[in-house]
Each structure stands twice: as structure tokens, then as C-alpha cells.
């Protein structure tokens, strides 16, 4: 549709941003009642960067706050930005 127009989604899409805050939040665990299990957390292989898509929020974190969510957002641009 945009086409006619001179749009090249290859050439003039750089990102797109899907926003969203859940209406709850994110689980944090609780420490003094769960045990703690080896390798990564769930978390950390959710948010995994997979191509040009890089997963951040405050669920990117597993903690409810809204500088995690910033926070997170921050890393995730970080991994877009670095070449490996």
C-alpha cells in the first residue's frame, strides 16, 4: 500500500516497539521458600536477543518496578547496538 509511495520497509524500518505494561506484575519469587535451581533463569533465556528482536520489560527482569522495566530497556538496546 505504501509502496506507490517510495516506502522500503528494508530501507525505513530501523525498529518497531511493541509497548506493553501488564495489569499485574511480574513475579519476583521469594527467596526464603524457594530453592534456587542451577543454570540460568527462566528469565534470562526468555529475554535471549533472537536476530534484530530483543526482549525487554520489567517481566524481562522478574521484578515488578518500573526502573527495572528502564533498566532492561536499556540492555536490550545495548544488544541491538552490538555487533556480536
Do not use: C
Request: net charge negative.
Amino acid at each position: 500500500m505504501l509502496g506507490p509511495g517510495g516506502f522500503d520497509a528494508d530501507r525505513d524500518i530501523l525498529a518497531i516497539t511493541v509497548n506493553r505494561w501488564g495489569h499485574g506484575y511480574s513475579y519476583m519469587g521469594d527467596p526464603l521458600f524457594e530453592k534456587g535451581r542451577p543454570g540460568p533463569e527462566p528469565y534470562e533465556i526468555a529475554r535471549a536477543r533472537v536476530g534484530r528482536v530483543a526482549i525487554a520489560s520489567a517481566d524481562a527482569a522478574w521484578a515488578p518496578f518500573t526502573h527495572v522495566a528502564i533498566a532492561q530497556a536499556h540492555r536490550a538496546v545495548g544488544e541491538l547496538l552490538d555487533p556480536d
